[in-house]
Nanobody, 126 residues
């Protein structure tokens, strides 16, 4: 089992920044893909960013490219999501997930992930 705990959410004005953290514990060696997903009220969950922890390859949804950056600190078993130039449309519950790299095209899809955190709320006011 892998446990994931997110932190860093909050309220910010449009144009501002937040950094989310995801601390992993447990059998983390069983996973090699860490992702960030979000779900806004009334919408489906969507993959936002992911990082292949085995080599550092990163993946981003088109809606956040150039604004969000995913990174990892292997010594701390922590993954970060730096979110800049936040927009009202970024308001959502953000979830961290851990899984197995299947293919580049699956990095932002639920199918690649087995473990999920409880989520942290991000609210962007316009």
């Amino acid at each position: 089992q892998v446990q994931l705990v997110e932190s860093g959410g909050g309220s910010v004005q449009a144009g501002g920044s937040l950094r989310l953290s995801c601390a992993a514990s447990g059998y983390t060696y069983s996973t090699n893909l860490m992702g960030w997903f979000r779900q806004a009220p009334g919408k489906e969950r969507e993959g936002v960013a992911a990082i292949y922890t085995g080599g550092g390859l990163t993946y981003y949804a088109d809606s956040v490219k150039g604004r969000f950056t995913v990174s990892q600190d292997n010594a701390r078993n922590t993954v970060y999501l730096q979110m800049n130039a936040l927009e009202h449309e970024d308001t959502a519950m953000y979830y961290c997930a851990a899984g197995t790299f299947l293919a580049s095209g699956a990095a932002l899809r639920d199918i690649a992930y087995s473990y999920w955190g409880q989520g942290t709320q991000v609210t962007v006011s316009s």
